[in-house]
Antibody, heavy 120, light 112 residues
Framework: QLQLQESGPGLVKPSETLSLTCIVS??????????WAWIRQGPGKGLEWIGS???????FHNPSLKSRVSISVDTSENQVSLKLRSVTAADTAVYYC????????????WGQGTLVTVSS | NVMLTQPHSVSESPGKTVTISCTRS????????VHWYQQRPGSAPTTVIY?????PSGVPDRFSGSIDTSSNSASLTISGLKTEDEADYYC???????????FGTGTKVTAL
């Protein structure tokens, strides 16, 4: 059964770079049928798609975050990574790693999420 | 950019039926699939309806989904409401013009 597990620092200072890793088990990241995505949820807020990436290098980002976001997939390690540059308190959120289907855009598997707080 | 608007909250007595709407701001609701997620406090979202009206295995048939092109909206209906259904529900679709995945604003369901 596919499982996703996010990891990374729980506290990041303003203006620094937030870096998270998602370890994928029970399945392969090198599949043409799926994209790997990051989604976040601020405290008491709704879900916000950050960006998606597939193993062949196709990427899509939320226009509101595009210039600050980097997403990559390491198929040898079966990991998905997120980097968000120049963070502010507004980037404080629970960050989820998820897989979604290429044709239907359905997020069918999610990690448990990891809380990242931006504070000095 | 496409927005999906949901009511902030809905409440009903256990055993009754609730319906949550998801209205698309631009482009046809039928242009791409709508999916629905349930999120309980402190947990990741899970799918209750995918591809407009399909139910994953393990989701009770009390949950159903539909789309209405006349109102450009999708709906999630929970019949025979149970206290265990209390959660936040989000619709989700795709904005093909901007290559962006869009979540609805979210609806809190309460069983009175």
């Amino acid at each position: 059964q596919l499982q996703l597990q996010e990891s990374g620092p729980g506290l990041v200072k303003p203006s620094e770079t937030l870096s998270l890793t998602c370890i994928v088990s029970g399945g392969s990241t090198s599949t043409s049928s799926y994209y790997w995505a990051w989604i976040r949820q601020g405290p008491g807020k709704g879900l916000e798609w950050i960006g998606s990436f597939d193993y062949s290098g196709n990427t899509f980002h939320n226009p509101s975050l595009k210039s600050r976001v980097s997403i990559s997939v390491d198929t040898s390690e079966n990991q998905v990574s997120l980097k968000l540059r120049s963070v502010t308190a507004a980037d404080t959120a629970v960050y989820y790693c998820a897989r979604h289907e290429f044709m239907t855009f359905h997020f069918d598997h999610w990690g448990q999420g990891t809380l990242v707080t931006v504070s000095s | 950019n496409v927005m999906l608007t949901q009511p902030h909250s809905v409440s009903e007595s256990p055993g009754k039926t609730v319906t949550i709407s998801c209205t698309r701001s631009s482009g046809s609701i039928a242009s791409t699939y709508v999916h629905w997620y349930q999120q309980r406090p402190g947990s990741a979202p899970t799918t209750v309806i995918y591809e407009d009206n399909q139910r994953p295995s393990g989701v009770p048939d009390r949950f159903s989904g539909s789309i209405d092109t006349s109102s450009n909206s999708a709906s999630l209906t929970i019949s025979g409401l149970k206290t265990e259904d209390e959660a936040d529900y989000y619709c989700q679709s795709y904005d093909s013009d901007n290559h962006a995945y869009v979540f609805g604003t979210g609806t809190k369901v309460t069983a009175l």
